[in-house]
């Protein structure tokens, strides 16, 4: 059920990444093909595609007023007043090269959509002006997009990087906190069954035992992230194509200390989720059937990531930011797309924060009545009451279930 509903959710958002709305006003500057651009009625939103047209500059102009009419759609751009604007260079025709401007994400939609405007303009326009190579209308463009707020440059193989790393990066973040807890998770479940934990707690408090499993096993987290960083880094120093793949993520030194704060609080959520599992139920196959709906919840970013690369700042991405089980996953995903917010950030962190007090506060009220629990799974009803009172007596007779076969005894023996 749940695969399924991951490829329902997916090709949803896929159908979804079409949309434009964010690129309404898009113009151009062609210094390659003809001196009067002329928008051909066969392009995709003709509309929005429009020559840049500056009533300073000469109908006809030379390299010099050329390059006043890109400074001048720079300015554009900058006031808000145009969404994109691309340059065909001079050497166009040989090259392909086609400088796209822009301050926001580029989705995979518009820069197809560029490639058919250029290739309706190249076939409307060859036979009359300039003869071009066959290939170029196979492939009209090889872009380079020029983020003017970040004064960066990204190549096709660095705009792959942009929309493939955020994934890459949150398939190991959530491998190396998910893997961890559920094996958290499974380790209070066999110590459970095996009785191990009777003798532990003998020695140590229910929160020290809490704290100390999520430290070590944290640690181990920690060591196998730090292993992939720097094989990653170790690869990209020694491959060109590999360094301009990782270009395109657009990581500062801020994201990575805001990934390992993220990576912090979403390990300590999950391990005292899965934990708080393993203490209430008896069996570890009811206790990976609980934590799969959690797990589901967690990766539901990934399963909606053409959302992302459409729209990183449209309202499910947003949604995702904020939402504590998916917060961490959002952010990072968002990280290598989009320029967030200083507000947003403070407020999913904060959120994060404040859903990991209480997730530890209830994990501690639950792992300590829980821990020598056998027979049942720990109720509803057991487990509010778990969460109203301070202190439970740590018996293998604790439980409902235990209470009720003791009932049960005396009204034999009362008969």
């Known amino acids: 059920i749940s695969l399924a509903a991951m490829f329902l959710v997916f090709n949803f958002a896929t159908d979804r990444e079409t949309n434009l709305d964010q690129y309404r006003r898009i113009a151009y500057i062609d210094r390659a093909i003809t001196r009067e651009p002329v928008i051909s009625d066969e392009g995709p939103n003709p509309d929005h595609y429009q020559p840049v047209v500056n009533p300073a500059v000469p109908d006809k102009p030379d390299a010099a007023a050329y390059d006043a009419l890109e400074a001048y759609a720079q300015q554009q751009l900058m006031d808000g007043k145009l969404d994109a604007y691309f340059v065909l260079p001079d050497e166009y025709v040989l090259t392909g090269q086609v400088d796209l401007y822009t301050t926001k994400n580029v989705p995979v939609a518009l820069r197809e959509n560029i490639e058919d405007f250029l290739r309706n303009q190249i076939a409307a326009q060859a036979p009359t002006t300039v003869a071009v190579p066959a290939s170029r209308l196979g492939n009209p463009a090889e872009m380079i997009v020029r983020d003017m707020e970040t004064d960066s440059e990204l190549t096709e193989t660095a705009l792959v990087g942009r929309i493939l790393l955020p994934f890459i990066f949150v398939f190991l973040y959530f491998m190396a906190t998910s893997t961890t807890a559920q094996f958290l998770m499974s380790g209070v479940v066999e110590e459970k069954e095996n009785r191990l934990m009777e003798i532990l707690a003998t020695s140590l408090r ?8 999520m430290l070590g096993l944290g640690g181990l987290a920690l060591t196998q992230v730090l292993f992939w960083s720097i094989a990653g880094l170790l690869i990209a120093l020694v ?12 990581f500062r030194p801020a994201d990575i200390a805001l990934m390992i704060v993220l990576f ?11 934990m708080g599992i393993g203490a209430a139920v008896t069996a570890e196959s009811e206790s990976r059937q609980i934590a799969g709906f959690l797990t589901f919840i967690a990766v539901l970013p990934l399963a909606l990531a053409a959302s992302f690369f459409s729209n990183p700042d449209g309202p499910l991405p947003l949604f995702f930011t904020f939402f504590p089980f998916t917060a961490a996953v959002g952010l990072i995903m968002r990280l290598g797309l989009t320029t967030i917010p200083v507000w947003q950030i403070a407020l999913s962190l904060a959120i994060q924060v404040v859903t990991v007090i209480v997730v530890m506060w209830a994990a501690a009220k639950i792992f300590r009545m829980g821990m020598l629990m056998y027979g049942k799974m720990l109720t ?36």
């Open 239 to 250: 491959n060109e194509d590999v360094h301009d793949f990782f270009s395109g993520a657009s």
């Open 380 to 415: 509803p009803r057991a487990f509010w009451r778990a969460l109203r009172e301070g202190r439970t007596t740590l018996t293998t007779a604790s439980t409902e279930y235990g209470i009720q076969q003791q009932r049960k005894k005396r009204g034999l023996f009362a008969r």
């Open 264 to 274: 912090l609080l979403n390990f300590l959520l999950f391990s005292a989720i899965m």
């Open 206 to 213: 229910p929160i020290e035992l809490l704290w100390g499993k």
